[in-house]
């Protein structure tokens, strides 16, 4: 079958952020490849994979596409399902014998009610969708395809047995390939990470038992399921051949260094390619290990703090110590690692005592970057089904508001949804507008004038961030 695999149009200033439709808009905007969309292309041949956020298509761009296709499979999230969803009955209006369907975590969890609230809609594949949809666009009786979710030709809701979970990873063909034909990475950017950059997956799954945490819940499983050393470095050599403007490789793993001994491994082959590249890491890598990281070639670690107060961590099951969390700080400064922290306000347990821990803790950290985000509780996790059953979110929440800008979905007694939205600025500003860190943000603008341009444009998407989220705040 012609196959498109189309990342919808979304809002004006969509944050393509993790795992392309994650979260609508963010304080500085950027974007994530369609890695999910992409690996599934390249099961495929022929088909296309069209980004339309980061490519600046419209509806109207991508309508007409439908013509020349026979199946569109389209990503979807619980922030952007509905504006997914009117996408999907423009491309059936265009053409009514287009096949429509629809992947992602919102769709795994919540199959039948999602083709239910899209008519337009043909199918969903749950889970790991790689080999469901690479069945279909070879033209499978659809009833004979696991992990499938389908509505048959008398209206009727149909479900197939679940696909097993893929444990051989090096069958999953390289994204790059499809990035080098379908996509442009200079399209692709990220504030802390060097421009252009190219990511994507060396394994799928992580260990840990976050509650709040969307994607092993959901899709990726708990087992950390990994492709080898050697196929990870085959295709970091064609990433170098086919991007040789590329600065940083960043592996989007949960948590890529899970495995230290791979991760290790990597690590070597990597330095012997040259190649500066970053990934994302656990607050608890001893410092050896990072030692062997760094001297071949990493440069940065993307680390989930969440929060500086201990009973939170515990609640959430981070299974971190606050205190092996602050030594591992100090390791990365010390061996010259960069480090992007991210937290959340409003976790369970959460009071403005805990979160004035938080701010004071990641100010003593000093990440060199920091992301705050709002407790967000995504469907098919156990922070939602907590949430509901302990009566703090409302029936009618949304995880972000009409202009794409994430609610305070979760309330507690001590602590109002009101005060964990304005607790974002409270968090930025506090961190940020401080002596040390202009020093710091200054003088590495010195060291690397290049970014002087960069830098200057995502401070002023900054700071309309913290105007627009104070008004917004001061309206609700």
């Known amino acids: 079958m012609r196959t498109l695999f189309l990342h919808p149009p979304s809002y004006q200033g969509f944050d393509g952020g993790a795992g392309s439709r994650y979260q609508a808009r963010r304080e500085v905007r950027?974007?994530?490849?369609?890695?999910?969309?992409?690996?599934?292309?390249?099961?495929?041949?022929?088909?296309?994979?069209?980004?339309?956020?980061?490519?600046?298509?419209?509806?109207?761009?991508?309508?007409?596409?439908?013509?020349?296709?026979?199946?569109?499979?389209?990503?979807?999230?619980?922030?952007?399902?509905?504006?997914d969803v009117r996408v999907a009955a423009a491309l059936k209006q265009r053409n009514p014998c287009l096949k429509i369907g629809l992947v992602g975590a919102k769709v795994a969890v919540d199959p039948t009610g999602s083709l239910t609230a899209a008519p337009a809609v043909d199918f969903v594949a749950r889970e790991e969708f790689d080999f469901t949809v690479a069945e279909l666009a070879e033209g499978r009786p659809w009833e004979e395809i696991r992990g499938l979710t389908y509505r048959s030709?008398?209206?009727?809701?149909?479900?197939?047995?679940?696909?097993?979970?893929?444990?051989?990873?090096?069958?999953?063909?390289?994204?790059?390939?499809?990035?080098?034909?379908?996509?442009?990475?200079?399209?692709?950017?990220?504030?802390?990470?060097?421009?252009?950059?190219?990511?994507?997956?060396?394994?799928?799954?992580?260990?840990?038992?976050?509650?709040?945490?969307?994607?092993?819940?959901?899709?990726?499983?708990?087992?950390?399921?990994?492709?080898?050393?050697?196929?990870?470095?085959?295709?970091?050599?064609?990433?170098q051949r086919y991007f040789p403007q590329v600065r940083e490789i960043f592996f989007d793993d949960d948590t890529f260094t899970d495995d230290r001994r791979r991760a290790?491994?990597?690590?070597?082959?990597?330095?012997?390619?040259?190649v500066t590249w970053s990934c994302n890491a656990k607050a608890n890598v001893p410092r050896e290990t990072l030692r062997v990281l760094r001297e071949n070639g990493l440069r940065l670690l993307l680390v989930g703090y969440e929060s500086g107060d201990q009973r939170i961590l515990n609640g959430i099951k981070k299974g971190i110590r606050v205190e092996r969390a602050r030594q591992f700080a100090e390791d990365c400064r010390s061996l010259g690692i960069a480090v992007h922290g991210t937290f959340i306000v409003g976790l369970p347990g959460e009071t403005p005592e805990t979160i004035r821990r938080t701010i004071e803790y990641a100010r003593d950290i000093?990440?060199?970057?920091?992301?705050?985000?709002?407790?967000?509780?995504?469907?098919?996790?156990?922070?939602?089904?907590?949430?509901?059953?302990?009566?703090?979110?409302?029936?009618?929440?949304?995880?972000?508001?009409?202009?794409?800008?994430?609610?305070?979905?979760?309330?507690?007694?001590?602590?109002?949804?009101?005060?964990?939205?304005?607790?974002?600025?409270?968090?930025?500003?506090?961190?940020?507008?401080?002596?040390?860190?202009i020093v710091e943000m200054s003088s590495d603008l010195v060291r690397n004038p290049d970014m002087i341009g960069r830098r200057l444009r995502e401070g002023r998407e900054f700071v309309r961030f913290l105007h627009r989220h104070e008004r917004v705040g001061s309206i609700g």
Request: aromatic share 12%; net charge negative; charged share 25%.
């Open 30 to 83: 950027s974007f994530w490849y369609p890695t999910w969309l992409a690996q599934t292309a390249a099961l495929v041949p022929g088909s296309r994979l069209v980004d339309a956020p980061a490519a600046g298509l419209e509806l109207s761009d991508v309508v007409p596409l439908a013509a020349d296709y026979d199946l569109v499979v389209l990503h979807t999230s619980s922030p952007s399902f509905p504006g």
């Open 264 to 274: 290790e491994e990597i690590a070597r082959g990597l330095g012997r390619l040259g």
């Open 366 to 437: 000093n990440p060199n970057t920091i992301q705050v985000s709002i407790a967000a509780p995504y469907p098919g996790t156990a922070l939602y089904e907590q949430a509901r059953r302990e009566g703090w979110m409302p029936a009618e929440a949304t995880l972000v508001d009409a202009q794409g800008v994430q609610s305070a979905v979760l309330g507690y007694p001590e602590l109002s949804r009101d005060e964990i939205f304005r607790a974002v600025d409270v968090f930025y500003r506090q961190f940020y507008f401080r002596p040390r860190k």
């Open 153 to 239: 030709e008398d209206g009727n809701l149909r479900r197939t047995p679940d696909r097993p979970v893929l444990e051989d990873m090096d069958r999953l063909p390289y994204v790059t390939e499809v990035y080098h034909r379908d996509l442009r990475v200079e399209d692709y950017y990220i504030g802390y990470l060097k421009h252009p950059y190219v990511s994507f997956y060396t394994g799928r799954g992580c260990r840990s038992r976050c509650t709040f945490c969307l994607w092993p819940q959901t899709v990726g499983g708990h087992r950390y399921r990994t492709r080898s050393p050697e196929h990870v470095l085959g295709e970091v050599a064609l990433v």
